[in-house]
């Protein structure tokens, strides 16, 4: 039977069922009306740090028991807390969290994730352009995969199946102690098949990029995939000079020197033309555009990128100076990605220093 697709920020979750998140009966957002899907509803927070049943809001404030007792923590420097340790199998369905709506602590706070006992994270993210915005710089919008609010009220909303355990912690690698609010909203009893893709998040920063070396958005991956997109921040570090000009490179299944698919320029990739303009939307868009910083995305949710036995994804560094030259900015990426495990570890995170150094300024 033919399911109608929902229109709306929530589609990605229809579109993705390919990971094999629902059960093959019904799908939670084209038919709510479904009751016994065979799934339990979990939600993991301070006030119910293991999401088990009637053990949530069990801590007293000066109102008494079970009124707002803990709500939050304060994360201190150097700390690491850990946000969930779920026993499968299950689906991570949403992700809300805020804290301090600082630039430098949106890059200094570091969310990790484990799928299914590997010993490597296969999510190593500074939370801002983990929650879908660049260089620490808060500007609310909303797509398919994230929602922001103007005081760092961070949201996303990809699927994250694991068929043993889901553990996710948080780290404070700045130098100041900051609050710390969440929630993790889950389903447990699904039937995944054994290969289904678990979501993989990499940062990657080079200030300044090489030049007529492409920047890596995805270093080569083995085995079957499916590349979900990437939130893209660029400082531009000659102003006036136009940026992005730059290809977008996809390289799969025995490509070598030319990719299968290949863009056309930088903000062409994003979806938008001559220039870059403020305008986010559901799959594509720009969320910032100030004072020579982008934030920028790409959602391949109803164009899907799938490989079967490998992915590299570059993109060039390309100017416009009295024609085409060659260039070097800023540039990060958040590269987020579903494949199965195991899976070969991430490439190594910059450190703090390097993540904060640069950025948007208040």
């Known amino acids: 039977m033919t399911k109608r697709i929902v229109l709306g920020s929530l589609a990605c979750l229809i579109l993705l069922s390919g990971c094999g998140s629902l059960q093959p009966t019904s799908d939670i957002v084209s038919e709510p009306y479904v009751l016994d899907t065979g799934l339990l509803s979990r939600s993991i927070c301070f006030e119910n740090p293991s999401g088990a049943p009637g053990e949530g809001g069990k801590t007293a404030s000066k109102l008494g028991v079970g009124r707002k007792g803990s709500p939050a923590i304060t994360l201190k420097a150097g700390q690491q807390t850990q946000l969930c340790d779920i026993v499968g199998p299950g689906t991570i369905r949403h992700i809300w969290m805020t804290t301090a709506n600082s630039p430098a602590n949106l890059r200094s706070l570091v969310i990790r994730a484990w799928w299914d006992g590997q010993e490597h994270p296969s999510i190593e993210c500074p939370i801002g352009d983990?929650?879908?915005?660049?260089?620490?710089?808060?500007?609310?919008?909303?797509?398919?995969?994230?929602?922001?609010?103007?005081?760092?009220?961070?949201?996303?909303?990809?699927?994250?199946?694991?068929?043993?355990?889901?553990?996710?912690?948080?780290?404070?690698?700045?130098?100041?102690?900051?609050?710390?609010?969440?929630?993790?909203?889950?389903?447990?009893?699904?039937?995944?098949?054994?290969?289904?893709?678990?979501?993989?998040?990499?940062?990657?920063?080079?200030?300044?990029?090489?030049?007529k070396q492409d920047f890596v958005l995805l270093p080569t991956r083995t085995g079957k995939g499916r590349y979900i997109g990437a939130l893209i921040g660029i400082r531009n570090m000659h102003p006036g000079q136009w940026w992005g000009e730059g290809e977008i490179k996809i390289y799969m299944d025995g490509d070598t020197d030319f990719p299968t698919i290949c863009g056309t320029g930088s903000e062409d990739y994003v979806g938008?033309?001559?220039?870059?303009?403020?305008?986010?939307?559901?799959?594509?868009?720009?969320?910032?555009?100030?004072?020579?910083?982008?934030?920028?995305?790409?959602?391949?949710?109803?164009?899907?990128?799938?490989?079967?036995?490998?992915?590299?994804?570059?993109?060039?560094?390309?100017?416009?100076?009295?024609?085409?030259?060659?260039?070097?900015?800023?540039?990060?990426?958040?590269?987020?990605?579903?494949?199965?495990?195991?899976?070969?570890?991430?490439?190594?995170?910059?450190?703090?220093?390097?993540?904060?150094?640069?950025?948007w300024q208040n």
């Open 130 to 211: 983990f929650m879908g915005f660049a260089h620490g710089k808060v500007t609310p919008y909303f797509s398919a995969v994230h929602s922001l609010g103007r005081n760092a009220g961070m949201n996303i909303w990809l699927p994250m199946p694991f068929a043993k355990r889901a553990k996710m912690t948080l780290t404070n690698e700045g130098e100041k102690d900051v609050p710390l609010f969440y929630q993790i909203d889950y389903t447990v009893g699904e039937k995944h098949p054994k290969d289904v893709g678990r979501l993989h998040v990499l940062f990657k920063r080079e200030n300044p990029t090489t030049e």
């Open 272 to 359: 938008l033309s001559y220039g870059m303009q403020q305008t986010p939307y559901l799959y594509n868009g720009c969320s910032l555009n100030e004072k020579d910083f982008v934030s920028m995305y790409r959602w391949h949710l109803p164009d899907p990128i799938w490989w079967r036995e490998e992915c590299r994804i570059t993109i060039q560094q390309i100017a416009w100076k009295d024609g085409l030259a060659e260039t070097v900015d800023d540039w990060s990426t958040a590269t987020f990605w579903y494949e199965s495990i195991p899976s070969s570890p991430l490439p190594d995170m910059p450190n703090v220093a390097a993540r904060t150094a640069d950025i």
